[in-house]
């Protein structure tokens, strides 16, 4: 699924305090055209590098892992509950969609859906469906699964016992486990007029029940999603269901203050991503010879210290630590 929108658009740059002259991007006396162009390359490359300090894509995405256990680290089983314990590569999880399992020994994957219900997020992403979704990092990785579906014994055993047979010893059932995760992230696809609740956006990943801003300068206002629905809905492997996924239609539970032209980003990223995101794009233009403009002390004298690449980078690294994936 292609991603169409950077973590910043070129007015919030623009509008952003960074000393930096982007009027001279790719190079003096350039035309509007050839610098919105750059700027907006620009935003793509810090999109990128903000992704790759962190180790994972920060916005909504959907994610199908495998993963074999039990006794491996990412697929093992609590000794005193049972359940079984699922860790994923990306964090924060915001949904499961589904799981499937399978015994590792049969290689056509004769798949079984585990019951709805029989799962739960350990430590949910709390900030998605309030105000704090655009201030911390919170939510967490681990999925319990009810017992007797990831087991140490020879046969697993669902709802019904004898539901499903495989698994037993170590790496003996393999997982599928279909999950919404990151923060929720898009653009308007059209004008929304002021008033509307319901948005046209390029991605609709994660938004229902989701809090965020629509970033438009003076007119920047908070949003919440109550459903989405998505042009083209992505279907699972191995039959585990769909997902709402992509360009569509978010429904807003309250309507919009303000009108929005197309193109305006509409996120959930927590504030630091996105300043983040603006600081690795001023190191950009900084380490490729622009120029910073003059800024104003704190005493109200003017003066020229420039702001340094160097210092940049430690900066928006310094506010992405705390997202990034250590597993």
């Known amino acids: 699924m292609p991603l169409t929108t950077p973590y910043v658009s070129v007015q919030m740059l623009v509008d952003a305090p960074t000393g930096v002259s982007w009027s001279l991007l790719p190079k003096p006396k350039a035309t509007t055209a050839q610098n919105y162009a750059e700027l907006n390359n620009c935003l793509w490359r810090a999109t990128s590098m903000v992704d790759t300090y962190c180790r994972q894509v920060l916005r909504s995405t959907l994610a199908v892992e495998y993963l074999n256990g039990p006794g491996v680290p990412r697929c093992n089983v609590d000794p005193n509950t049972g359940n079984g314990v699922l860790q994923t590569r990306w964090w924060p999880v915001t949904e499961v969609l589904a799981i499937q399992v399978s015994s590792s020994r049969n290689f056509d994957n004769n798949w079984t859906p585990v019951t709805a219900g029989q799962w739960r997020i350990r430590h949910p992403l709390i900030s998605i469906g309030d105000s704090a979704s655009a201030t911390a990092p919170d939510g967490g990785w681990t999925v319990d699964v009810a017992p007797g579906w ?103 539970s309250t309507p919009l203050n303000f009108g929005h032209q197309a193109g305006t980003v509409v996120s959930a990223l927590p504030a630091d991503v996105i300043y983040a995101t603006i600081l690795a794009a001023a190191v950009q233009a900084l380490t490729g010879g622009t120029d910073a403009i003059t800024i104003q002390s704190i005493g109200g004298e003017h003066s020229s210290p420039q702001p340094t690449a160097d210092g940049m980078t430690k900066q928006y690294q310094a506010l992405l630590n705390e997202y990034r994936r250590i597993m």
């Open 150 to 252: 990831i087991t140490w014994q020879a046969c697993g055993r669902g709802p019904v016992p004898g539901s499903w047979s495989g698994g037993g010893g170590r790496g003996g059932t393999q997982v599928q486990i279909s999950y919404l995760n990151g923060w929720p992230h898009t653009s308007l696809t059209e004008d929304a007029d002021e008033g509307a609740t319901e948005v046209s956006v390029d991605d609709v990943t994660g938004w229902t029940a989701a809090s965020g801003f629509v970033y438009d300068g003076s007119a920047t206002e908070a949003m919440s999603g109550q459903s989405v629905a998505a042009t083209t809905p992505v279907t699972l492997p191995y039959d585990a269901g769909t997902a709402q996924a992509g360009p569509g239609v978010v429904t807003l």
